[in-house]
Nanobody, 122 residues
Framework: QVQVAESGGGLVQPGGSLRLSCAASGRISRISAMSWYRQAPGKQRELVALLTSSSRTNYYADSVKGRFTISRDNAKNTGYLEMNSLKPEDTAVYYC???????????????WGQGTQVTVSL
């Protein structure tokens, strides 16, 4: 069993910054990729950022390029999303996804966190 949990959301003013954390725990052999998604009211869930181990690739949605930074600490099985210059349009529930290779398994599975609310408003 693997559990993924986000933290760090909250209320911030436009132009402010926020750092989200994504902690994975359980029978983890390794995490092949971690990613962040967000879902705003009336919108579909969208990919915000992705970091892979195999390709060592950072991906960012066009809407957040230059403002958000994704990182991970493999030893801690924890991912991070640093958000700067936040805009009201960034308001959403942010979800972490971890592609986890569990102990005793040859394959990875996607695990989702419960989401953390980020609100950007005056």
């Amino acid at each position: 069993q693997v559990q993924v949990a986000e933290s760090g959301g909250g209320l911030v003013q436009p132009g402010g910054s926020l750092r989200l954390s994504c902690a994975a725990s359980g029978r983890i052999s390794r995490i092949s990729a971690m990613s962040w998604y967000r879902q705003a009211p009336g919108k579909q869930r969208e990919l915000v950022a992705l970091l892979t181990s195999s390709s060592r690739t950072n991906y960012y949605a066009d809407s957040v390029k230059g403002r958000f930074t994704i990182s991970r600490d493999n030893a801690k099985n924890t991912g991070y999303l640093e958000m700067n210059s936040l805009k009201p349009e960034d308001t959403a529930v942010y979800y972490c996804n971890a592609a986890v290779i569990e102990s005793g398994s040859l394959y990875f599975r996607d695990y989702w966190g419960q989401g953390t609310q980020v609100t950007v408003s005056l």
